[in-house]
């Protein structure tokens, strides 16, 4: 069993939930950008929810299926269509073989998920399946998914192999079919335009001018060309410290926002270094992550401060609505 990779896409990886308990010796996490659209998606098919799925950025590749398989796309709607017709977001999928997967102008979000039952014959890599670009490690060979690769799929789980029948059932004059039901849109983040991103105040804030404090909270940044997995880098209004001097590197994390000396912010992604010597003037809240991760270059994004009560009880709440679909979707497949 296997996708057959026609053509890549932009950037095509595989990933899971991320490399971690290695940063003390400088490995990086990785992982899914959109981590609750991978979640879900793996939910949809009868996955654990840590299992690996692809990450789709911005133009999506085209794949055959080389076996009948249960998939499910979650995260960016980058207009997907099999064998010509145009797939829904956010439910199982069910394909036969030599069915054609592929996609077309983005409608929303940067990054999307395909998740298939069962996931990928692939090997770990220090716990994880996740794809490491800069030091190849991970994912399919370390690296981006390229034309004629053919990446091997398990064989379908029994919850996957029960949903594949009952949806086919319902379509056997047709290649591939989807089903009607999919998770309450409002239980998991969804790509916005020009988002508002929820922080918390960084550690080293007060370093910062008044002036610059002021334009953080309220004037728009725009994502530049010049981002990648790591970070995305900022235009708008410069910031700068009170008074410039070396600081000691500290740990960063997914969302910490750093300013170099040039005053144009940086908010780290999946794949940022372990420490960073950049003043912290921020940190993007948990529950923001997704809303960040699926802002496509050249849009705009402004900054909302909120508390650390805030921001824990929007977590819970986000964790809350994850198990609420697993245990809806749970019964959806126990009694298909």
Same mark, same amino acid.
């Given at each position: 069993?296997?996708?057959?990779?026609?053509?890549?896409?932009?950037?095509?990886?595989?990933?899971?939930? %991320?490399?971690?308990?290695?940063?003390?010796?400088?490995?990086?996490?990785?992982? &899914?950008?959109? *981590? @609750? =659209?991978?979640?879900? +998606?793996?939910?949809?098919?009868?996955?654990?929810?840590?299992?690996?799925?692809?990450?789709?950025?911005?133009?999506?590749?085209?794949?055959?299926?080389?076996?009948?398989?249960?998939?499910?796309?979650?995260?960016?709607?980058?207009?997907?269509?099999?064998?010509?017709?145009?797939?829904?977001?956010?439910?199982?999928?069910?394909?036969?073989? %030599?069915?054609?997967?592929?996609?077309?102008?983005?409608?929303?979000?940067?990054? &999307?998920?395909? *998740? @298939? =039952?069962?996931?990928? +014959?692939?090997?770990?890599?220090?716990?994880?399946?996740?794809?490491?670009?800069?030091?190849?490690?991970?994912?399919?060979?370390?690296?981006?998914?390229?034309?004629?690769?053919?990446?091997?799929?398990?064989?379908?789980?029994?919850?996957?192999?029960?949903?594949?029948?009952?949806?086919?059932?319902?379509?056997?004059?047709?290649?591939?079919?989807?089903?009607?039901?999919?998770?309450?849109?409002?239980?998991?983040?969804?790509?916005?335009?020009?988002? @508002?991103?929820?922080?918390?105040?960084?550690?080293?804030?007060?370093?910062?001018?008044?002036?610059?404090?002021?334009?953080?909270?309220?004037?728009?940044?725009?994502?530049?060309?010049?981002?990648?997995?790591?970070?995305?880098?900022?235009?708008?209004?410069?910031?700068?410290?009170?008074?410039?001097?070396?600081?000691?590197?500290?740990?960063?994390?997914?969302?910490?926002?750093?300013?170099?000396?040039?005053?144009?912010?940086?908010?780290?992604?999946?794949?940022?270094?372990?420490?960073?010597?950049?003043?912290?003037?921020?940190?993007?809240?948990?529950?923001?992550?997704?809303?960040?991760?699926?802002?496509?270059?050249?849009?705009?994004?402004?900054?909302?401060?909120?508390?650390?009560?805030?921001?824990?009880?929007?977590?819970?709440?986000?964790?809350?609505?994850?198990?609420?679909?697993?245990?809806?979707?749970?019964?959806?497949?126990?009694?298909?």
């Amino acid at each position: 069993m296997s996708f057959n990779i026609l053509s890549p896409g932009l950037l095509t990886t595989v990933q899971d939930l %991320g490399r971690h308990g290695y940063q003390k010796q400088g490995i990086l996490v990785s992982g &899914a950008m959109d *981590a @609750v =659209a991978l979640r879900v +998606a793996n939910l949809l098919v009868g996955n654990p929810e840590d299992s690996a799925g692809l990450e789709i950025t911005y133009l999506g590749p085209r794949i055959r299926f080389e076996a009948d398989h249960l998939i499910a796309l979650m995260g960016a709607d980058l207009s997907p269509v099999l064998n010509g017709e145009r797939v829904k977001m956010g439910r199982p999928v069910w394909v036969r073989r %030599g069915s054609v997967l592929e996609f077309s102008t983005p409608r929303s979000g940067i990054r &999307a998920y395909l *998740a @298939v =039952a069962g996931s990928f +014959a692939i090997p770990k890599v220090l716990g994880s399946y996740s794809t490491y670009l800069r030091a190849e490690i991970g994912g399919f060979r370390g690296r981006a998914l390229k034309t004629g690769d053919l990446l091997p799929c398990v064989g379908l789980s029994p919850q996957g192999q029960k949903l594949w029948r009952v949806l086919a059932g319902a379509y056997p004059a047709k290649d591939w079919g989807q089903a009607k039901w999919t998770p309450d849109p409002q239980l998991y983040p969804q790509p916005v335009a020009s988002p @508002v991103i929820r922080v918390l105040q960084g550690p080293d804030y007060e370093l910062f001018t008044e002036s610059s404090q002021h334009a953080f909270w309220h004037q728009e940044f725009t994502v530049t060309s010049d981002s990648d997995r790591m970070g995305y880098r900022l235009q708008g209004p410069a910031l700068f410290r009170d008074e410039p001097r070396e600081l000691l590197s500290s740990a960063v994390t997914f969302g910490t926002i750093q300013v170099p000396p040039e005053g144009h912010p940086i908010a780290l992604l999946a794949d940022h270094q372990t420490t960073g010597g950049y003043p912290r003037i921020a940190q993007v809240i948990t529950a923001d992550f997704s809303r960040l991760a699926q802002v496509p270059l050249g849009q705009k994004i402004r900054f909302q401060r909120i508390s650390l009560e805030d921001a824990q009880y929007l977590y819970i709440k986000q964790e809350q609505d994850i198990q609420q679909i697993k245990k809806s979707l749970q019964f959806k497949i126990e009694n298909a």
